[in-house]
């Protein structure tokens, strides 16, 4: 039986890759493909848990988590969309237009 | 022994195809390198138990997520992306932010208690097979939430709708 806590470092490192990529990337797109990798580490975290727990809550709750993905990636490449066609460009950094 | 090798190669595979996902210059293989990533994770669901979360992890995930993420790739322009620089200029600091956050979420580990246990022992799914244990928990405890789930994913599609539709005159005018 592998201990719980292999897998809960694992999903920490993927969110620190997350978070990372959030962080360091400039293309929008690529930014919610890291916010996919943390919702994934949260996912892991939730399953393992569920497991160790003889629980299902944590499935059931992974599993609306997998919804909430899905309409956040639609509503987030539409607005990627958008801004492409005002603005022509998906970096974050030259959407600056409320700077002071 | 088999479960631990399994393990292992699946968390190696994981946090290569992150690291990799996450610096690549090509947003398409970025993309791609994420599609292996899902893959795996979707293995780590099988020996946690959970067949059904695999099934969707494959079916939603990589089915439907990620060439939703292909299909907006294409539609900007691609060509000038591989010869710009793919980070903004403070990427130390949220590479330092982010191993900080690694680091201490690791850290804490040793620190957490489990909880009490609940009512699905392993035995128990086995026997009434992963998919009808998930279906009779969520459609009883966990109905109003799915409900609403239901109404989230409405949501999603009109918003994609309104986002994504021309809504100039000219448009009008030629039809």
Redesign the interface.
Known sequence: M?P???????S????????????????L??M???I??ML?AV??NM??L????????G??F???I??????????G??????L?RSRKT????EVNQLKG | MFTYLFFLYCAVMIVGTGLLAITMRNPVHAVLMVLVLFFHMAGLYLILGAEFLAAVQIIVYAGAILVLYLFVLFLVSLRDEVKMDRFVTSAWLGRIISVGLGVSLIAMLPTFVLGQKGHWPMAEVIKATHTKALGMEMYTSYILPFEIAGLILLIAVIGGLVLAKHDTPTTIEKS
């Open positions: 592998i719980l806590s292999w897998y809960m470092s694992l920490a490192i993927l969110f620190a890759i997350g978070v990372c990529g959030f962080l360091t990337r400039r293309n797109i690529m919610f493909l890291s996919e990798l994934n996912n892991l399953v393992a569920s497991h160790y727990l003889d629980s299902m809550r499935q059931v992974t599993f609306f997998i919804t909430v993905a899905a309409a956040e990636a639609a509503i490449l539409g607005i990627a969309i958008t492409y998906v970096h974050v950094d």
